[in-house]
Every structure is written in structure tokens, then in C-alpha cells.
């Protein structure tokens, strides 16, 4: 916060030692992709001191539009919106011989878990068949790729890798128009590929 009257003496806030304890990414039609942090830090602490220039970011977000989701190897057109949540449930730790007892010591890393939710409008049944006979049905693979500008070179691909679907809740229109699925995942690990021209603002 620029201080009022002028001078340097400006004032800052500086979270320190921090970690990451969840991300949430979504996308939906007609959107943007954004990405939500829930961060956790060992102290914050005051610092009067130069702001630092900021410059607006002048180029293209990524989108939904031109962006494709493969479900277990086939490709779906018909997606209306996706959210991957990232949790590595961290625990807060205040040991015993710690010498500042109003600052965490430590932020321990507990087991990661990643669901991933999707809203798509089924083409075939290889989604139910799959809820159905879960227990002998393989593990599957889920691709979500989205693009800026609609080029194959600025895109962020994620890899959800060997999926299993807990849930696939669905309503029968009563107009009889189009039926949506909304897909609960549990996902064991995730892969990111980001390709951008402009190598600077990654």
C-alpha cells in the first residue's frame, strides 16, 4: 500500500515460508481457466520499503475455446465445465523445544490426494459401464488440454493418470433434449505440459 503522502516510507505485508496446501484448477465453456492457491505460511511479518513497479499483463488467457478432453483414450466434445483439485494436506506443526512459540516450526506434507470432476454431455455408455463394473475395470487415463489463442503453441495439457470414476449422477430430460453426467474421479498422480512462445512469462 503506497503510503498517502507521497514518501518511500510505503507499507508491505511478506508471507514467509510458505507452502501450498491445495490448488483448484477449473475451465468452463465460454471461460477462462483459472487457478485457485490455498497457501499456508509460517509468519507474515511488516517491512516499509519501495513498491515494486508492476507491469499489466497484456496477453491472452487460456480457454475452453479450442480445447479438447480425452477420456480413457476417445475424445469428448460435449464437456461443459472441469475442476482438478490438488490437495496435499498439510499439518501445521508446533513443536516443544521451539524457540518462538507464536510462529509455526514446521509444515508437514501429508499424504497428496487429486480428484477431478467433469460435466459432460454422454455420447455413448462407456462412462455408466464403467461406474458399473468398477471393480474389474482397469484403470483409465484422462487428457485436458487447454489453449490460448486456439494455437498448437500455447497450450497448458493436463494428464490425469490411472482415474477410477466414483460417481456418475445423471437426470433424463424431460424434454428430451440432452442428458448431463456429472463424472467424480479420484485420479493417482497428474502430469502438466505447458508449451508457450513466449518463454518469458511462464
Not at 484448477?25 to 492457491?37: P, Q, S, V, Y
Not at 480457454?63 to 477420456?71: I, N, R
Not at 445423471?170 to 440432452?178: A, G, I, K, R, T
Request: glycine fraction near 6%.
Amino acid at each position: 500500500m503506497e503510503n498517502p503522502d507521497g514518501s518511500s516510507d510505503n507499507w508491505g505485508r511478506y508471507a514467509l515460508g510458505c507452502k501450498v496446501d491445495t490448488c483448484t484448477i477449473k475451465g468452463e465453456e465460454e471461460g477462462a481457466m483459472t487457478a485457485t492457491l490455498d497457501v499456508i505460511a509460517k509468519k507474515a511479518v511488516d517491512s516499509s520499503t519501495t513498491l515494486v513497479a508492476t507491469t499489466p499483463e497484456t496477453g491472452d488467457v487460456y480457454t475452453f475455446a479450442g480445447g479438447t478432453v480425452t477420456f480413457a483414450g476417445s475424445g469428448l466434445a460435449e464437456v461443459t465445465d472441469f475442476e482438478i483439485t490438488i490437495n496435499n494436506n498439510l499439518k501445521p506443526k508446533f513443536y516443544w523445544n521451539t524457540t518462538n512459540t507464536k510462529y509455526l516450526t514446521d509444515l508437514v506434507e501429508a499424504k497428496r490426494e487429486i480428484t477431478a470432476k467433469m460435466t459432460v454431455l454422454p455420447k455413448d455408455k462407456s462412462f455408466f459401464t464403467r461406474l458399473l463394473s468398477a471393480k474389474g475395470t482397469a484403470a483409465f487415463d484422462v487428457v485436458i488440454k487447454a489453449t490460448k489463442d486456439q494455437t498448437a503453441t500455447h497450450y497448458i495439457q493436463y494428464t490425469l493418470n490411472n482415474c477410477y470414476l466414483k460417481t456418475a449422477p445423471h437426470n433424463l430430460s424431460e424434454d428430451d433434449v440432452e442428458v448431463t453426467a456429472e463424472l467424480d474421479m479420484v485420479v493417482e498422480y497428474i502430469g502438466v505440459e505447458i508449451v508457450d512462445e513466449q518463454g518469458s512469462i511462464l
